[in-house]
């Protein structure tokens, strides 16, 4: 098994290979307004790194979000163009499964606890796992208060809303290391993972205007 797995779901561009083992190389940079910018980049870094040619890899595992709509289509498509193009499956993961893999890892073990991210809309993406890490509830989209989280919870939401996340400590954002390890261990456990389809919960900020009509010609104008 050889990954190549990147995630854009959260404010962090990530990307890593993986053997199926352990990590080969890794890279992280956090800027919310750059994912198209940064991402090619970081996968041709982590690869050159790593010293693994892209005709080498055996998968692609992509964080599918949820997330803000315009970072994390970055990741999608990117995952989808590579795919296509290197003739390989492309292994959607959830981004709170990540970041739960990730706590875990850290020594997050042996409690119940919830993973949470910035929605944005002063609202919280979040799941709720088990002591093991297996997630019990979620994915969802809500205001911080409307929520019962764990007694932990790590992510940036949860460190962004201290009053409702009173456990909140981190990892802040994913790491493609441990989606990658993630990925791989489902994989290997025979189970299957998600397809490459956004993870949005809501609709996105940009809409066509309602007063837009449909006339002859199929153009649209604006009523006078």
Same mark, same amino acid.
Not at 29 to 38: I, K, M, P, S, Y
Not at 52 to 56: N, P
């Given at each position: 098994m050889?990954?190549?797995?990147?995630?854009?779901?959260?404010?962090? #561009?990530t990307?890593?290979?993986?053997?199926?083992?352990?990590? %080969?190389?890794?890279?992280h $940079?956090?800027?919310?307004?750059?994912?198209?910018?940064?991402l090619?980049?970081?996968i041709? $870094?982590?690869l050159?790194?790593?010293g693994?040619?892209?005709?080498?890899l055996?998968?692609?595992?992509v964080? #599918?979000g949820?997330?803000?709509?315009?970072g994390?289509r970055?990741?999608?498509?990117t995952a989808?163009?590579?795919?296509?193009?290197?003739?390989l499956?492309?292994h959607?993961?959830?981004?709170l499964?990540?970041?739960?893999? $990730?706590?875990?890892?850290?020594? %997050?073990t042996?409690?119940?606890?919830? #993973?949470a991210?910035?929605?944005?809309?002063?609202?919280v993406?979040?799941?709720?796992?088990?002591?093991?890490?297996?997630?019990v509830?979620?994915?969802? #989209?809500?205001?911080p208060?409307?929520?019962?989280?764990?007694a932990r919870a790590v992510?940036?939401?949860? %460190?962004?809303?201290?009053?409702?996340?009173?456990?909140?400590h981190?990892p802040e954002?994913v790491?493609?290391g441990?989606?990658?390890?993630?990925?791989?261990?489902?994989?290997?456990?025979g189970?299957?993972?998600?397809?490459?389809v956004? %993870?949005y919960?809501?609709?996105?900020?940009? $809409?066509?205007?309602?007063?837009y009509?449909?006339?002859?010609?199929?153009?649209?104008?604006?009523p006078?």
């Open positions: 050889l990954l190549l797995a990147f995630d854009t779901a959260t404010p962090a #561009v990307a890593a290979v993986h053997d199926g083992t352990a990590v %080969l190389a890794e890279t $940079q956090v800027d919310a307004r750059r994912h198209g910018e940064l090619l980049p970081a041709d $870094q982590v050159k790194a790593a693994v040619d892209k005709h080498a055996t998968g692609i595992a964080g #599918v949820p997330g803000p709509y315009t994390l970055v990741g999608l498509v989808a163009a590579l795919g296509d193009a290197l003739g499956p492309v959607g993961v959830c981004t499964d990540a970041i739960a893999f $990730q706590a875990r890892a850290e020594g %997050l042996g409690e119940p606890f919830t #993973v991210t910035d929605a944005r809309r002063k609202e993406y979040w799941a709720s796992y088990d002591a093991e890490g297996r997630r509830e979620g994915p969802g #989209v809500d205001r208060a409307e929520l019962t989280p764990a992510g940036a939401g949860a %460190l962004l809303y201290p009053d409702s996340f009173p456990g909140g981190g954002h790491s493609a441990a989606l990658a390890g993630f990925a791989a261990a489902e994989l290997a456990a189970r299957e993972l998600l397809p490459n956004p %993870l919960l809501r609709r996105p900020d940009a $809409q066509v205007p309602a007063a009509k449909t006339v002859l010609g199929g153009k649209a104008v604006l006078a």
